[in-house]
T-cell receptor, first 112, second 108 residues
Framework: NAGVTQTPKFRILKIGQSMTLQCAQDMNHNYMYWYRQDPGMGLKLIYYSVGAGITDKGEVPNGYNVSRSTTEDFPLRLELAAPSQTSVYFC???????????FGPGTRLTVL | RKEVEQDPGPFNVPEGATVAFNCTYSNSASQSFFWYRQDCRKEPKLLMSVYSSGNEDGRFTAQLNRASQYISLLIRDSKLSDSATYLCVVNRDDKIIFGKGTRLHILP
């Protein structure tokens, strides 16, 4: 199993550009999550999904969108990138609500 | 009051020493508990699950105290490679709540 994979590993965007961060898992997990982590800070939940076709906002959803058309994939879309979105983005998954999460290696995004 | 609280540290501990962290949670309906480890600029990785009966994995021991609403992590015979941030994680229904983490520096 590859576990949770994320692409790209690094990206530099200009202000106003858009991009999609990809996340995939091959563990057949129902629950998937997107977090951002700013330097020296804790994880902040952006969006999450409890199954294909179901998504919900976390604590910092503004400026982002998600979709979950399959169990495996949970892409995060940034529209109109801003410097405040410079961060490390982690995707995670877990089988159910009481289980541990498994994290991807992260995408380091810089918006200039 | 935050739902999950940890002492941010840093804890500076000599190699070979024993160190303990606590994490408190405010919601008594919380259902499952974990410790994660995060190295600088890396993803969090599961260290161990935490049960009321206590559980041990090598040099690491975790304990849950539901009455006082805290979980603990004990590291014995600390190694330089234990230097990291340790995250306390609490599950309640569909919510998963991370503490801000405790930084540990093991000194040679």
């Amino acid at each position: 199993n590859a576990g949770v994979t994320q692409t790209p590993k690094f990206r530099i965007l200009k202000i106003g550009q858009s991009m999609t961060l990809q996340c995939a898992q091959d563990m057949n997990h129902n629950y998937m999550y997107w977090y951002r982590q700013d330097p020296g800070m804790g994880l902040k939940l952006i969006y999450y999904s409890v199954g294909a076709g179901i998504t919900d906002k976390g604590e910092v959803p503004n400026g982002y969108n998600v979709s979950r058309s399959t169990t495996e994939d949970f892409p995060l879309r940034l529209e109109l990138a801003a410097p405040s979105q410079t961060s490390v983005y982690f995707c995670a998954s877990r089988p159910g609500p009481y289980n541990e999460q498994f994290f991807g290696p992260g995408t380091r995004l810089t918006v200039l | 009051r935050k739902e999950v609280e940890q002492d941010p540290g840093p804890f500076n501990v000599p190699e070979g020493a024993t160190v303990a962290f606590n994490c408190t949670y405010s919601n008594s309906a919380s259902q499952s508990f974990f410790w994660y480890r995060q190295d600088c600029r890396k993803e969090p990785k599961l260290l161990m699950s935490v049960y009321s009966s206590g559980n041990e994995d090598g040099r690491f021991t975790a304990q849950l105290n539901r009455a006082s609403q805290y979980i603990s992590l004990l590291i014995r015979d600390s190694k330089l490679s234990d230097s990291a941030t340790y995250l306390c994680v609490v599950n309640r229904d569909d919510k998963i709540i991370f503490g801000k983490g405790t930084r540990l520096h093991i000194l040679p």
